[in-house]
Every structure is written in structure tokens, then in C-alpha cells.
T-cell receptor
Framework: DAGVIQSPRHEVTEMGQEVTLRCKPISGHDYLFWYRQTMMRGLELLIYFNNNVPIDDSGMPEDRFSAKMPNASFSTLKIQPSEPRDSAVYFC?????????????FGDGTRLSIL | DAKTTQPNSMESNEEEPVHLPCNHSTISGTDYIHWYRQLPSQGPEYVIHGLTSNVNNRMASLAIAEDRKSSTLILHRATLRDAAVYYCIPWMDSSYKLIFGSGTRLLVRP
């Protein structure tokens, strides 16, 4: 079975450029989550969707970050303009349901470096 | 959210059992106890979860203390592939958030 697919795996770009990270969740999963991992802050939830609708975006750092889910099989996380402090590994995860009985399945992440 | 305490690191020999402890003394009665692990350069991977009873699956066993203030993840025969950071996460059934702490880094010696 295909797991959560993220692209690109690595992204290096200059400060000020727009960055778009992509995610394809597992088919049939109703929930999609975006996380960020840094050495300083560990793994943090940025935003999650239920049935393509954003439910909680309280973890999004600031207005430079935006996320969309135009359909059940695709989501994007966009940073515009990017800054060096946005350098991190970004993970997408999906699950059948959001509550504590259902595991989340993670992709392998996008390693983002902003120069 | 319940606070967890895990050792920063542990070591094990290959093919020996490993017991990874977690204290979650502030856990509430409806919090599930989830364990995830993260191998190098990969995303977190679900391992196991439970509420009150001990649980077994193909990857590991989870032993939950009777007062639920601690739990232990048991890998019955560690392999080199089990070297990872292991996260213990109390998770409210009504919540949608997995809150990752710093976890335990497991080193497996050949």
C-alpha cells in the first residue's frame, strides 16, 4: 500500500523566494496534518484538515505560511516569502480519524533549507 | 496536556529485549498512550497504543501500570533497524493533536 507521499524530498532556496511543499495522503484518510521539526523545537503541529477543511491552524507560525487542501488526495504548504528561520523538516501525516484511537501515518518529509 | 518523562537515551545489544520506560503522572482517565518512533531521515512511525490493558502487536508490546502513571514499551528482540528515537505520547480521545516530546534515543549494538 502506498503511504503518505511528500515532494520534494529536499528543497534549497534563497531567502525571499516562495516555497511550496506537497503532500498526497493515504487514500481514504479523512484527516491530514502538517508538522515541522527543528532541533530547537522538536516536532510541532502546524495545521490539520478534516475532509479537506482546515480545522485548526493555531500552530502556523505567521501569515507567511498558508496551507490548502483542494481535494482529498492533495495538500500544499506554502511559505511566501521564505526566511532562513523557516529551515526545517516538514512532515505531512494522514489518519482515518483524528481521535486518540487512530494512528497517524507520516510521510518521509521535506528537508527545507533557506539560504 | 499530560507531561511525559523519558530517558534521553538507552542502549541495547542486538537480539536482546529492550524496555523503554515513560512516566506520565498527569495523564487523565481518557488519554490513550501512544508510542511512535522515528528512524534516521524518516518521518515518525506508529508503534502501538493502549488505554488500560497491556497490548501486543507485531512490532512491540505495551505494558501499562495499573495506576496508568507510567508505561513501558517492550521490544522483544532488538534489531539494528530498531535504532530510533521513541516517543511516548498521552493522547486525549477528544483531541486531534499528537504532541511530541524529546523522546528516548535507542542505540542498538551489533
Amino acid at each position: 500500500d502506498a503511504g503518505v507521499i511528500q515532494s520534494p524530498r529536499h528543497e534549497v532556496t534563497e531567502m525571499g523566494q516562495e516555497v511550496t511543499l506537497r503532500c498526497k495522503p493515504i487514500s481514504g484518510h479523512d484527516y491530514l496534518f502538517w508538522y515541522r521539526q527543528t532541533m530547537m523545537r522538536g516536532l510541532e503541529l502546524l495545521i490539520y484538515f478534516n475532509n479537506n477543511v482546515p480545522i485548526d491552524d493555531s500552530g502556523m507560525p505567521e501569515d507567511r505560511f498558508s496551507a490548502k487542501m483542494p481535494n482529498a488526495s492533495f495538500s500544499t504548504l506554502k511559505i511566501q516569502p521564505s526566511e532562513p528561520r523557516d529551515s526545517a523538516v516538514y512532515f505531512c501525516a494522514s489518519s482515518l480519524a483524528g481521535q486518540g484511537t487512530q494512528p497517524q501515518h507520516f510521510g518521509d518529509g521535506t528537508r527545507l533549507s533557506i539560504l | 496536556d499530560a507531561k511525559t518523562t523519558q530517558p534521553n537515551s538507552m542502549e541495547s545489544n542486538e537480539e536482546e529485549p529492550v524496555h523503554l520506560p515513560c512516566n506520565h503522572s498527569t495523564i487523565s482517565g481518557t488519554d490513550y498512550i501512544h508510542w511512535y518512533r522515528q528512524l534516521p531521515s524518516q518521518g515518525p512511525e506508529y508503534v502501538i497504543h493502549g488505554l488500560t490493558s497491556n497490548v501486543n502487536n507485531r512490532m512491540a508490546s505495551l505494558a501499562i501500570a495499573e495506576d496508568r502513571k507510567s508505561s513501558t514499551l517492550i521490544l522483544h528482540r532488538a534489531t539494528l533497524r530498531d535504532a530510533a528515537v521513541y516517543y511516548c505520547i498521552p493522547w486525549m480521545d477528544s483531541s486531534y493533536k499528537l504532541i511530541f516530546g524529546s523522546g528516548t534515543r535507542l542505540l542498538v549494538r551489533p
